[in-house]
Antibody
């Protein structure tokens, strides 16, 4: 059974940094792309970042480009999201999700973690 | 980036059929995926590649995609289907940039 367990969320002040982690199990981690999706309180889903199975290709939504950095460690079955220069607009539940699909157009998220809450407030 | 438009809400009586629309320019040329999110829970994939159904998802859930509208159809709606539903596509077939619709709240009357 696929399990994705996020950690690292919490309360931070504007301008500060935070690192989220996601521990994966139940599948061959190094053969799947992974991503992060966030959901602001009372709002919809927003894809923020993705990384290829080998960690080489990295993707970011325009709204976070330059401030977020995704990485993965296939030896530890973990994917991380480093967030710099946080603002109140980054306040959200951040979900780790497993990609599935042969090509970009078919990529979808077939498994999700339970999410970790990031609150940015002074 | 590609914009997906969903109605904010849809209401349906138990046992009836619910249709949730997802609009976008020539969306019929893209692969559309659908997620169900119940209150306080993580999203769950219910339809992939327009009409594929993951294991464990009831046959009552189906999808279609043509022209400028993709549709999620839920037959014989049950109280447990009450949730937010989101559509998702890849913005650019040659690069990674994925987009969600704004979500539709399905209310079972």
């Amino acid at each position: 059974e696929v399990e994705l367990l996020e950690s690292g969320g919490g309360l931070v002040k504007p301008g500060e940094s935070l690192r989220l982690s996601c521990a994966a199990s139940g599948f061959r981690f190094d053969t799947y792309a992974m991503g992060w999706v966030r959901q602001a309180p009372g709002k919809g889903l927003e894809w923020v970042s993705g990384v290829s199975d080998d960690g080489v290709a990295k993707y970011y939504a325009d709204s976070v480009k330059g401030r977020l950095s995704i990485s993965r460690d296939n030896s530890r079955n973990t994917v991380s999201l480093l967030m710099d220069g946080l603002t109140a607009e980054d306040t959200a539940v951040y979900y780790c999700a497993k990609f599935r699909g042969g090509t970009y157009r078919h990529y979808h998220f077939d498994s999700w973690g339970q999410g970790t809450l990031v609150t940015v407030s002074s | 980036s590609f914009v997906l438009t969903q109605p904010p809400s849809v209401s349906v009586a138990p046992g009836q059929t619910a249709s949730v629309a997802c609009g976008g320019s020539n969306i019929g040329s893209k692969s559309v995926h659908w997620y169900q999110q119940k209150a306080g829970q993580a999203p769950v994939l219910v339809i992939y590649d327009d009409s594929g159904r993951p294991s464990g998802i009831p046959e009552r859930f189906s999808g279609s995609n043509s022209g400028n509208t993709a549709t999620l159809t839920i037959s014989r709606v049950e109280a447990g289907d009450e949730a937010d539903y989101y559509c998702q596509v890849c913005d650019n077939d040659n690069d990674g940039n994925w987009v969600f619709g704004g979500g539709t709240k399905l209310t079972v009357l």
